[in-house]
T-cell receptor, first 114, second 115 residues
Framework: GNSVTQMEGPVTLSEEAFLTINCTYT??????LFWYVQYPGEGLQLLLK?????DKGSNKGFEATYRKETTSFHLEKGSVQVSDSAVYFC?????????????FGKGTKLSVIP | NAGVTQTPKFQVLKTGQSMTLQCAQD?????MSWYRQDPGMGLRLIHY???????DQGEVPNGYNVSRSTTEDFPLRLLSAAPSQTSVYFC??????????????FGPGTRLTVL
């Protein structure tokens, strides 16, 4: 079946540090890949996505590239801010039984300190 | 648009009680789903619906029932609550049911505690 593995947290960084959160996946066919972010006390919201190999998703300074050869979708940001403190979820979407379903990783909690 | 709304925001139940978690969306989305979020487990799919009158089971359906009588509403029912159902529940929706590229929109969540 499908699965998503992302790096264990929590991750604590100083403001303006470089961020990488690793994500690898196992899936049949050609899944779409997503990063969702959950700010404290809120629901999840889409951060970025990529729908085919070599696509790069980007938003709010975050980037991730769909690497089919390494089955990876690592999240990066060049300079984090305190406001980026949140839990980040990597997810994949693939078809099954006539509709698609999202499979999530376990989440990585990021804390950015001033 | 209000997006995806969920009620209540918090709920405490005793073992064996029943309740319904409400979810509604005003975006005319075809696909709706329920997830539970537990520490260290990510989000796991409970049930989903690809349109009014059509529902199906996800990864962890036991102990939960759903129905979809309208496009807008997708309630989740706990028939006899158990402590193992203590969790945060999220409802989500997306426009297409058969488009793997589509973005899902999440509600703010319901935090349920079963004593």
């Amino acid at each position: 079946g499908n699965s998503v593995t992302q790096m264990e947290g929590p991750v604590t960084l100083s403001e303006e540090a470089f961020l990488t959160i690793n994500c690898t996946y196992t899936a049949t066919g050609y899944p779409s890949l997503f990063w969702y972010v959950q700010y404290p006390g809120e629901g999840l919201q889409l951060l970025l996505k990529a729908t085919k190999a070599d696509d790069k998703g980007s938003n709010k300074g975050f980037e991730a590239t769909y690497r089919k050869e390494t089955t990876s979708f690592h999240l990066e940001k060049g300079s984090v801010q305190v406001s980026d403190s949140a839990v980040y979820f990597c997810a994949l979407s693939s078809s099954g039984a006539g509709s698609y379903q999202l499979t999530f990783g376990k989440g990585t909690k990021l804390s950015v300190i001033p | 648009n209000a997006g995806v709304t969920q009620t209540p925001k918090f709920q405490v139940l005793k073992t064996g009680q029943s309740m319904t978690l409400q979810c509604a969306q005003d975006m005319n989305h075809e696909y709706m789903s329920w997830y539970r979020q537990d520490p260290g487990m990510g989000l796991r799919l409970i049930h989903y619906s690809v349109g009014a009158g059509i529902t199906d089971q996800g990864e962890v359906p036991n102990g939960y029932n759903v129905s979809r009588s309208t496009t807008e509403d997708f309630p989740l029912r706990l028939l006899s609550a158990a402590p193992s159902q203590t969790s945060v529940y999220f409802c989500a929706s997306s426009y297409w049911a058969k488009q793997s590229t589509d973005t899902q929109y999440f509600g703010p969540g319901t935090r349920l505690t079963v004593l």
